[in-house]
């Protein structure tokens, strides 16, 4: 062990290990009870037939898809096109509650709101919405907890709870949506102001919950009525690097937003920072990255966490250049947030000046993400959904 540059010196918590002494990893998911199927979760082609299954009409399907998805309703009183007797039923069978609003914090003069979700067996979840000049963002959730056990990361202390459904994933958007209709962000600027960019950047690691995943995003790309209508273009799909998931993810042909969260260079760091890095070390994830761009033609962003002392020094700025230059990437630098228990830190003003400089130097693209959120605890890596938190 004595190679380890890096021991995370948590107060808070401890990184749970694994019977050989490495941090934990949890790809399947502990068996709890399913949440009620709804109307997401059916295949919009086979949506029909499934609620005949239920005793329902077929074509009811779209009348119910329409109320959902356009109207963010899924309430019995809203649906006057339906038959006042067994409204209330047929409503529950096919749009059942998936999230209990427990708690809406807001930040930046009302433009970010995080909310925080209980699912129906108790677990909870959160997600972000953030308003910006030209779009509206939601980050998301797809996992309650999450099995990847990233040190720097609040979410990973917990473990992983379980998978989140696709309805469930879907519902955090129509939720917020409804939010924005009810002018939760302040004035309407058009009408039909709704989200229209998608971070998978919650909760979760998304591709090990990989056909939920798919299975959610199919409906957000589907044209209403029978799905949300959003572009793949902006959806991002962000993960750990879990490399069969990323070329499964290449195949889908969709022109989905992908980005890796790299955070260091070299292996002998990563493999601290990324536990998942034993399994897929940085070249393989970066190869994975690059036949991302080569099947989709969509530029990939890395992500890369600014960690005072840790992996913030020039010399990783220049192996990172040398690793990127002429490979389509974009860097997307994000001042490290604090979690509870960690003593690690962001990086000196200076530092990320100079990183950038270097980058930059190699001809790589570079952003440095904005920390919005942070007094919520809803910035990235901040979600741990706990009830007791700052009002
Ligand atoms: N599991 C996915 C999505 C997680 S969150 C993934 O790892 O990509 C989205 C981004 O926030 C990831 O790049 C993650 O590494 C980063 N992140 C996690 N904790 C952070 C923290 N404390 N400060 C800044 N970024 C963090």
């Known amino acids: 062990?004595?190679?380890?540059?890096?021991?995370?010196?948590?107060?808070?918590?401890?990184?749970?290990?694994?019977?050989?002494?490495?941090?934990?990893?949890?790809?399947?998911?502990?068996?709890?009870?399913?949440?009620?199927?709804?109307?997401?979760?059916?295949?919009?082609?086979?949506?029909?037939?499934?609620?005949?299954?239920?005793?329902?009409?077929?074509f009811r399907a779209k009348q119910l898809a329409t109320h959902y998805f356009t109207h963010y309703t899924s309430d019995p009183a809203d649906m006057t096109d339906l038959p006042k007797e067994g409204r209330e039923e047929l409503v529950q069978k096919a749009l059942p509650t998936l999230l209990t609003e427990v708690k809406r914090l807001k930040t930046d003069d009302g433009k970010t709101i995080k909310f925080l979700w209980r699912l129906f067996d108790g677990a909870l979840v959160e997600s972000v919405l953030m308003r910006y000049s030209n779009r509206i963002t939601l980050c998301i959730s797809s996992q309650a907890g999450c099995g990847m056990n990233c040190p720097f990361c609040a979410t990973g202390q917990a473990g992983l709870t379980r998978n989140m459904s696709a309805g469930e994933i879907v519902d955090q958007i129509v939720r917020a949506n409804k939010v924005i209709a009810e002018g939760g962000l302040g004035k309407a600027r058009h009408d039909d102001e709704r989200v229209n960019n998608i971070v998978f950047m919650?909760?979760?690691?998304?591709?090990?919950?990989?056909?939920?995943?798919?299975?959610?995003?199919?409906?957000?790309?589907?044209?209403?009525?029978?799905?949300?209508?959003?572009?793949?273009?902006?959806?991002?799909?962000?993960?750990?690097?879990?490399?069969?998931?990323?070329?499964?993810?290449?195949?889908?042909?969709?022109?989905?937003?992908?980005?890796?969260?790299?955070?260091?260079?070299?292996?002998?760091?990563?493999?601290?920072?990324?536990?998942?890095?034993?399994?897929?070390?940085?070249?393989?994830?970066?190869?994975?990255?690059?036949?991302y761009y080569d099947k989709t033609g969509r530029r990939v962003s890395i992500e890369y966490a600014l960690i005072r002392d840790i992996n913030d020094q020039s010399w990783?700025?220049?192996?990172?250049?040398?690793?990127?230059?002429?490979?389509?990437?974009?860097?997307?630098?994000?001042?490290?947030?604090?979690?509870?228990?960690?003593?690690?830190?962001?990086?000196?003003?200076?530092?990320?000046?100079?990183?950038?400089?270097?980058?930059?130097?190699?001809?790589?693209?570079?952003?440095?993400?904005?920390t919005r959120g942070r007094e919520i605890d809803g910035a990235c890596g901040q979600l741990a959904a706990s009830e007791k938190e700052k009002i």
């Open 316 to 370: 990783r700025s220049d192996l990172l250049g040398r690793l990127l230059k002429n490979r389509n990437a974009h860097v997307n630098l994000i001042p490290l947030n604090p979690t509870p228990g960690s003593k690690w830190t962001a990086s000196r003003r200076e530092d990320e000046a100079e990183f950038v400089r270097i980058l930059e130097g190699y001809g790589v693209p570079v952003t440095v993400r904005d």
């Open 202 to 291: 919650g909760m979760g690691e998304p591709l090990a919950n990989y056909n939920k995943l798919m299975s959610a995003i199919r409906t957000m790309v589907e044209p209403q009525p029978n799905g949300l209508g959003m572009s793949a273009r902006n959806i991002t799909v962000s993960t750990v690097g879990l490399v069969p998931g990323i070329k499964k993810l290449a195949d889908e042909d969709l022109p989905l937003t992908f980005a890796l969260s790299l955070h260091a260079p070299d292996d002998k760091l990563r493999d601290d920072l990324i536990p998942v890095n034993d399994k897929w070390k940085v070249d393989e994830a970066l190869d994975a990255a690059k036949a």
């Open 1 to 58: 062990m004595s190679n380890r540059q890096v021991t995370p010196r948590t107060e808070g918590w401890t990184q749970k290990k694994d019977e050989s002494g490495k941090p934990l990893l949890q790809f399947a998911e502990p068996k709890r009870g399913k949440p009620p199927q709804h109307l997401v979760d059916i295949d919009p082609a086979d949506r029909a037939e499934t609620i005949k299954g239920l005793g329902i009409p077929g």
